[in-house]
């Protein structure tokens, strides 16, 4: 399993910009956790991140399951950021990946075990 961000804070000490506020560094940061996951076994990695299947379109086929929860919920979850606009932003996003009709998890009242648990429990299903 890898997180998307995972390698955001040592990429970003090498671009010597940080990652997440630095668009121009998404190309080779995509670049590089690919070839993290051509490394590993593009059949054997569960990737964890908030990109689109039209976002990654040279990468190999795979499955994709959206983790979500309503927007009071979203609201709620980045209150602490105490940044409206990211906010918005945050639940345009979250609208967007729901219309594009993926499998979802509902995570708004589940704890982190359970929410895994299914996840694992979805892919090894598939994988039967």
């Known amino acids: 399993m890898l997180d998307w961000d995972a390698l955001m804070d040592p990429a970003g000490e090498l671009a010597g910009a940080p990652i997440r506020r630095t668009p121009s560094t998404w190309p080779a940061y995509s ?3 690919r070839a993290v996951t051509e490394i ?3 059949g ?3 990737l964890l991140g908030v990109c689109t299947p039209d976002e990654l379109p040279d990468w190999p086929d795979g499955r994709w399951i959206l983790l ?8 709620r979850r980045l209150a602490d950021r105490d940044d409206e ?3 918005q932003a945050a639940l345009e996003d979250a609208a967007a990946y ?3 009709g993926m499998e979802r998890i509902d995570t708004r ?3 982190l075990a359970e929410v895994a648990e299914r996840i694992a429990s979805m892919i090894n299903g598939r994988m039967d």
């Open 31 to 33: 670049r590089l956790v």
């Open 40 to 42: 590993v076994g593009p």
């Open 44 to 46: 054997d990695v569960i």
């Open 68 to 75: 979500d929860c309503d927007d009071q919920e979203r609201r």
């Open 85 to 87: 606009g990211r906010t």
């Open 98 to 100: 729901r219309d594009l």
């Open 109 to 111: 009242r589940q704890p």
